[in-house]
């Protein structure tokens, strides 16, 4: 069994800036690619950012600038910081990764969700 477990969000205003935290665990052979989704009320989920073995972190256009990605592979952890939040950054934010299981399954796996809300 993989899990991932998700941490940080929260509620914080206009401006300001959250860290969340994604850790995969249990029969992992390789963590292949970590990524973050997010979904908005009413709106279908959407890429934000995604790291590949190749360590480098492809961003959506909308938080380009504003979001860094980072992994650290030994740990099988994944870190997004959000700076410069706006309310149109409000929704449930999703850790995904694609895993290599120790008994060589290939299988995509999803965090429980975390909600982040930007407001005055």
């Known amino acids: 069994q993989v899990q991932l477990v998700e941490s940080g969000g929260g509620l914080v205003q206009p401006g300001g800036s959250q860290r969340l935290s994604c850790v995969a665990s249990g029969s992992i052979f390789n963590v292949l690619k970590m990524s973050w989704f997010r979904q908005a009320p009413g709106k279908e989920r959407e890429l934000v950012a995604s790291i590949s073995n190749d360590g480098i972190a492809e961003y959506a256009d909308s938080v380009k600038g504003r979001f860094i990605m980072s992994r650290d592979f030994a740990a099988n952890k994944a870190v997004l910081q959000m700076n410069n939040l706006t309310p149109e950054d409000t929704a449930v934010y999703y850790c995904?990764?694609?895993?290599?299981?120790?008994?060589?399954?290939?299988?995509?796996?999803w965090g429980q969700g975390t909600q982040v809300t930007v407001s005055p």
């Open positions: 995904h990764a694609n895993i290599l299981t120790e008994t060589w399954m290939r299988d995509a796996y």
